[in-house]
Every structure is written in C-alpha cells, then in structure tokens.
C-alpha cells in the first residue's frame, strides 16, 4: 500500500493505521544536536585528549563513525566511550540545552493519543541518548511504548529487528504506519510487510533536507495532522 501525495502533502489513510512507529532523531527532534555533538564538539574534546589539531580529529572521528554506519555500533554510546577514551553520555548532558522538538511534535503526539492509535518509538538511540532526550522533551508522555532498537541487538536497517519488535508490542503490519528519517529502515520495514512508510525529510532548519527517493514525505508535522 502506498500513500498518496497530493498538493498539500501527504493523504495519510488515518483511519486504515492503527499502530504508528514514530522515529525520534530527526523525526520528532531536531537533529542539529545529534549533528553538533559528533561533528564539531566530540572532535574538540578527542583533540584535546589527544593533543592533536581539531582538522585531524575530525577527520579520525568522520573515518571512524563511516566505518560503523549501518550497524548499531554507529549509535552505540558504550562502543564509542570505548573508541574514542572519551565518557559519551557524560558529553551529551554538557549539550543537552541543544535538544528540542520540532514545531508541532506534542500536537501530533496528542491528536494521535485522543484518536486511539497505539503509538509507539522505535529508536536506534542507545538507552542511555533515549534517556537525556525524555528529560529534556515532553514527547515521553505520548507513548505507549519506547523501543531502542539495542533492545535486540540490531538497528532498524536489520529487517529481523520489525519481527523481534511485533513478537514484543503485537501491533499488525498491515494497519501500521512507520514515520522515518532513515531510508534504511523505512526499505526495511517495507520489506518486512509494514504496510505505510512516511519520510521525514525537514530533519533540521539548521540542515539540508533528505532526498526521499521514492517515499511519500513530509516537511513538517501540520501536513501530517491527523483530523
């Protein structure tokens, strides 16, 4: 099944979606923290562990965190506190003032609680990321469940993780809707039988939009409002 674009965004088939997964990072908050931490402010502290120039740190974490992409080490705070000598989670509270929601997310989160929908988080997010986000956003609230794909030890670009998932939660595919920044989940869970995919493509003002390829997208969340 698909969904149908039209010239005001997406027409979301509400009432056919019973279960919603919603992704967090870049999703539902604004990715140019996740972006400023890995790119500009772990360099920093690794340079200076390290006694090297911030360029060559970059360049050693950029290299380094290519080589993990697509496996859950890439979002793994205890393999990179390992990797790099640095204590991850403690950094990212020193920047948590940087996370927020973007425009409308508890609006959305509300209106899909006063329909009924079961809605659930699945993230790649470490425990510990997953953690520092809830205390500093509201969106915990409107959950019914929060999964951090380190559950299962497999991130979403694993198709296996959707079944370990539904084994888990009992949601059925053929009514469930995925909201996605991540391409690789949304193949994934499309080739797993998960009847709705949706990208989000506006991941922060701060950064370029994503090219969707041959998903249904939106840009933000007042296209998507349920009714």
């Not at 674009?5 to 908050?29: F, R, Y």
């Not at 609006?107 to 953690?131: C, E, P, W, Y």
């Not at 920044?181 to 998960?194: M, R, V, Y």
């Amino acid at each position: 099944m698909r969904i149908k674009t039209t010239a005001q965004g997406p027409a979301i088939p509400w009432n056919d979606i019973e279960t919603v997964l919603l992704d967090m990072d870049g999703t539902l908050l604004d990715l140019h923290f996740d972006w400023h931490f890995w790119m500009t402010y772990v360099p920093q502290m690794y340079a200076e562990r390290n006694q090297i120039t911030e360029d060559e740190a970059q360049r050693i974490i950029r290299e380094k965190i290519h080589s993990q992409q697509g496996t859950l080490n890439w979002y793994c705070l205890d393999y990179w506190t390992e990797q790099l000598d640095l204590p991850i989670a403690a950094l990212k509270h020193e920047l948590k003032h940087m996370i927020q929601a973007h425009p409308e997310v508890i609006t959305f989160l509300q209106r899909l609680q006063a329909l009924g929908k079961h809605v659930i988080m699945v993230t790649n997010a470490h425990r510990d990321s997953l953690a520092i986000k809830l205390e500093m956003t509201e969106i915990g609230d409107y959950f019914d469940e929060m999964i951090s794909a380190h559950d299962f030890g497999m991130p979403k670009e694993d198709g296996a993780l959707w079944s370990a998932i539904q084994n888990k939660v009992h949601f059925d595919p053929k009514h469930t809707l995925l909201v996605d920044d991540n391409l690789h989940a949304l193949e994934s869970a499309q080739a797993f039988g998960i009847a709705y995919q949706l990208a989000a493509v506006h991941v922060s003002p701060k950064m370029d939009k994503i090219d969707p390829k041959a998903f249904p997208y939106f840009e933000n969340f007042n296209q998507i409002m349920p009714d």
